[in-house]
């Protein structure tokens, strides 16, 4: 079974909330993709929408929105997520993850789209923002 800590993001107050979701919860993110929009439910945001902005793997792969699939993948980058160039020009290759979320996912990052009544203060609480 697939276990996820989402970090929320709250584009209102500009707080972000942790949370570990397991089970049932998890499988609602997986075969999902960067730009896709999921239940908040899974979060304990009962009838919010979220959309997913990105995440890492258990290493620290961050994944990519340009990278089709869940696997690893070595690209050739400029500049972007997974690689900032020190001067102008400069690339590299770099191992990152495809956009798909799958169970090598160890961090979803998503977004508060549409709150639905959902009050994330009260559901996270003060001790997990971060």
């Known amino acids: ?21 397991s089970d049932q919860d998890a499988n609602r993110f997986l075969g999902m993709e960067i730009g896709d929009e ?8 009962d009838g919010a929408s979220l ?15 340009d990278v089709a699939g869940p696997d690893l993948k070595e690209v050739l980058l400029d500049g972007g997520v997974g690689y900032q160039p020190s001067r102008e ?26 709150r639905g009544g959902a009050d994330p203060e009260s559901v996270f609480g003060e001790d997990d923002e971060e």
């Open 1 to 21: 079974m697939a276990t996820f800590q989402v970090t929320v993001a709250d584009p209102e107050t500009g707080a972000t909330y942790q949370r570990e979701v």
């Open 38 to 45: 999921v239940d908040g439910g899974a979060v304990g945001l």
């Open 51 to 65: 959309e997913i902005t990105g995440g890492s793997d258990a290493t620290g792969r961050p994944m990519r929105p």
């Open 89 to 114: 020009g400069e690339r590299k290759r770099v191992t990152v993850r495809g956009r798909e979320v799958s169970e090598e996912i160890a961090q979803v990052n998503a977004e508060i789209v549409d």
